[in-house]
């Protein structure tokens, strides 16, 4: 396999709302293919992107960005939700690239890159998923809870609900060897779960705000159903799956996406949930194949 170079990209700061966003930008201006825009996952950041970015970056115009409350941007005491992302991503795209993008998400990025192709269609021109997260509405029907049943779901969740609690379970997540086992866990390839990778997400949770950002996320009300958000998709859609991933069922999610989205294109792939980080020799070609084969190249400014 080829060995990429995978020295961090230097990124930048821009502020949304009042806060700071880290983003970064490499890559080819004046490629003839739309912009990347690169999302990552729930406690990842820009740096988890750094292979996808090395790969294309001779190609394609790349950005990436930090949602608020993870990897280098701020992290509020504020009410997370996929609608705050989707809007962030959205105006990131209208003030700082004034390009539709191609959306490329992993895991909860994948969840809210979709948010902005169906509910901010002008944003984009296309959407690649890799091990995507979000709820669908038409789950597998599970039989009534007993009142037993009920009253410990309630229990539990007003339970992790309390500020102690979440706190305890953030410091216990947020220790290294207990990062590295969950890599482990969620990477087919153990040699790609280097020290750089647990450092990476290591880093984040030392920064002021963290550890109530952890907290605000067990709080996140439900967003909107995948099969809804795929009613109102408009763009061309690619899958990547990584079918080792332990977190989710691949066949089943695939075969969801296929019931709503008929239209998409998807590949499965020798890895666990993120296959951009673990094979990305094969994903940066999937993605570099689907991409130039686009009819339409998007390339309108913003206003």
């Not at 999610?253 to 296959?275: D, I, N, V, W």
């Amino acid at each position: 396999m080829t060995q990429l170079c995978v020295e961090t990209v230097t990124g930048n700061y821009c502020t949304w709302r009042g806060q700071r966003l880290y983003y970064v930008q490499a890559g080819t201006p004046q490629s003839p293919h739309p912009p990347l825009l690169l999302v990552h996952g729930f406690g990842a950041s820009t740096d988890h992107w750094r292979k996808t970015i090395a790969g294309l970056q001779d190609e394609f115009e790349i950005w990436a960005i930090d949602l608020l409350g993870f990897g280098r941007s701020a992290k509020p005491n504020w009410s997370y939700s996929g609608d705050l992302w989707r809007d962030q991503l959205h105006d990131f795209i209208t003030d700082v690239i004034r390009r539709p993008v191609i959306l490329v998400g992993n895991s909860l990025g994948g969840y809210v890159s979709l948010c902005v192709a169906a509910q901010r269609p002008e944003s984009a021109c296309g959407l690649v998923l890799l091990n995507s997260a979000g709820p669908f509405s038409d789950s597998e029907p599970t039989p009534p809870p007993s009142p037993w049943q009920t009253l410990l779901r309630q229990s539990l969740r007003t339970l992790f609900q309390q500020d102690w609690v979440s706190y305890l379970i953030f410091q216990y997540t947020r220790r290294r060897s207990t990062i590295r086992k969950t890599l482990r866990k969620v990477y087919v390839d153990q040699t790609a779960v280097t020290d750089q990778l647990v450092e990476d997400i290591y880093r984040p949770s030392c920064d002021r705000g963290a550890a109530q950002v952890f907290a605000a996320v067990f709080r996140t009300p439900q967003g909107e159903f995948v099969d809804t958000l795929l009613q109102d998709l408009s763009h061309p859609l690619l899958l990547l799956w990584g079918d080792g991933d332990p977190w989710m069922n691949v066949a089943q999610r695939s075969a969801r996406f296929r019931q709503h989205y008929p239209q998409l294109q998807e590949y499965f792939l020798s890895a666990g949930h993120c296959p951009h980080d673990e094979i990305p020799d094969r994903v940066n070609q999937h993605l570099r194949d689907w991409v130039v084969t686009l009819s339409s190249p998007c390339r309108e400014q913003l206003s």
